[in-house]
């Protein structure tokens, strides 16, 4: 694919798809990796575009390379110029935790150890003193 020199010179990003439910327009996740000025860590900060994509060949999961372009709607600025490959995981369907999670075991009362027998003092003690406050 030969570039015009206009092309060329437009700034691109690379990213993955992650939504291509629009007609012509597909959603971009592009990661910027930036060290924290204070603290040294690096910090992931990603951001969502929106890019034009004219024959609808991009599918979640594709890794592709936007470049700039004139607006094309109120939230386009971008359009896909290439398709470099296809990540799998980004493909696969969200799991619902309620099919994942295994109805809890079934316990046989026989195979529990016996609980230890409640303290007599302690039970007749409560009761004596409830009686006598409402003998009073």
């Known amino acids: 694919m030969q570039l015009l020199p206009h092309q060329a010179r437009r700034r691109t990003k690379m990213g993955t798809v992650v939504s291509d439910k629009m007609e012509k327009t597909v959603v971009v996740v592009v990661e910027n990796f ?3 000025r204070l603290y ?7 951001k969502k575009y929106h890019a034009h994509d004219e024959e609808n060949r991009c599918k979640i999961g594709d890794k592709v390379v936007i470049a700039e372009s004139r607006p094309l709607s109120k939230t386009k600025r971008w359009s896909v110029r290439e398709v470099i ?19 809890p075991p079934k316990i046989d009362p026989s195979t529990l150890p016996p609980t230890p027998p409640r303290a007599a003092a302690a039970s007749s003690h409560a009761s004596s003193s409830a009686s006598s406050v409402f003998t009073s």
């Open 34 to 36: 930036k060290r924290h």
């Open 40 to 46: 040294g860590r690096s910090v992931r900060r990603t």
């Open 85 to 103: 490959g296809h990540d799998v995981v980004a493909a696969l369907p969200k799991v619902d935790e309620s099919d994942i999670a295994a109805p």
